[in-house]
């Protein structure tokens, strides 16, 4: 269990994003439909599941693009509580977290201000190219300016918790849910990674999109870990070993090699266990373990398939002060192995992924 429980509540700080948008969108009902045309569909773009657009989309996903950083951000700094409706923050972070949420709101405001500015025109372009017979539908449930400045808002609440003025008893998880944070990190970071992953799956092999994606979210899961380690000393051990083994890869163009042993990392870093494994050992030990899981998985970038077995594994070993001697592996090891590399599967099934590292520990 994580040693939260010797924190008292009132030293972690919890940040609520508070607000609301406007999706540019209302009910469709049998009444807003003149009789003429109650009968016909109406076009896909104005309407579905008994709901109807009445203002272009487009405008309107700045909005949501800037609001959605702020979660980033507090995903970055700390743990989601609450069913994810908070975060729980390290209070020493609390100033940068502010500034964050600072700017993120300035960037809110100003697109804010160039919508409702722009809100008349930008309709009136867009309903020139709806059908004639809906006009009247979209325009009569259009709300004014006024009406949709009060539902478009970004803000954040700050606060702590206090101790209860009553003992704690049964039913009451929010002790439950504090000690449990150290724990809850673990399995976010994983989600993290499932994420980056899912987004580039589809670019397995194009070398070019993951020497982008792959620092990116090795930086990600840095930065979370260490952010997160008062809730666990663990996540603080694991974000320097990470640092430390990824120093490689993290930079503007990593090499084939270090692409390989990364990707591998990251395909089993989707399971919380693995991720909670990685904090036990050593960078070097992890290099090694995430070079084999890499290779096995055929994640050799489409740049680097004339890189050998040998040479992947010569080019992977870890540049230490004081080299370890290389672990020997079985025979079985070696037969195994080779056995994933002949199948080839690009994207091994769950059942494979907690097994990718287990040379890691």
Not at 43 to 55: D, I
Not at 193 to 211: F, G
């Amino acid at each position: 269990m994580s040693n939260v429980t010797t924190i008292p509540l009132s030293s972690i700080e919890i940040f609520r994003l508070s607000g609301s948008l406007w999706g540019g969108e209302t009910a469709l009902k049998a009444a807003d439909l003149d009789p003429s045309v109650r009968q016909a569909l109406p076009p896909k773009e104005l309407a579905s599941l008994g709901r109807k657009r009445v203002y272009p989309a487009g405008p309107l996903e700045n909005l949501r693009a800037i609001r959605y950083r702020a979660y980033m951000a507090l995903r970055r700094f700390g743990c989601s509580v609450f069913g994810g409706d908070a975060y729980a923050v390290d209070p020493v972070l609390s100033p940068k977290v502010v500034d964050t949420l600072r700017q993120i709101k300035d960037a809110f405001d100003a697109s804010k201000h160039d919508f409702l500015m722009n809100y008349e025109d930008r309709f009136e372009a867009w309903v020139k190219g709806i059908d004639p017979r809906w006009e009247p539908v979209i325009r009569a449930a259009l709300p004014s300016v006024p009406e949709v400045a009060k539902r478009v808002s970004f803000g954040w609440q700050q606060f702590r918790l206090a101790e209860p003025s009553q003992p704690v008893s049964s039913g009451d998880t929010l002790q439950e849910e504090i000690a449990g944070l150290g724990g809850s990190v673990f399995s976010q970071l994983a989600d993290m990674v499932s994420i980056q992953w899912n987004r580039q799956k589809n670019s397995l092999r194009e070398a070019s999109s993951w020497k982008r994606g792959v620092p990116d979210s090795v930086r990600a899961v840095i930065e979370k870990a260490r952010n997160c380690a008062m809730f666990d000393p663990a996540l603080g051990t694991l974000a320097d070993t990470l640092e430390k083994a990824a120093a490689s890869t993290c930079v503007k163009e990593p090499d084939p090699v270090n692409l390989c042993t990364f990707r591998g990392l990251l395909l089993a870093m989707q399971d919380p266990e693995n991720v909670r494994r990685l904090a036990s050992v050593s960078a070097e030990e992890l290099v090694a373990g995430a070079a084999k899981a890499g290779l096995d998985a055929g994640m050799l970038p489409g740049g680097a398939v004339s890189y050998s077995r040998e040479e992947l594994e010569a080019a992977s070993a870890p540049d230490c002060s004081e080299p370890l001697p290389p672990a020997a592996p079985s025979e079985a090891d070696i037969q195994a192995a080779e056995e994933v590399i002949a199948e080839a599967a690009p994207a091994p099934s769950d059942d494979e992924l907690g097994a990718l590292l287990a040379g890691l520990v």
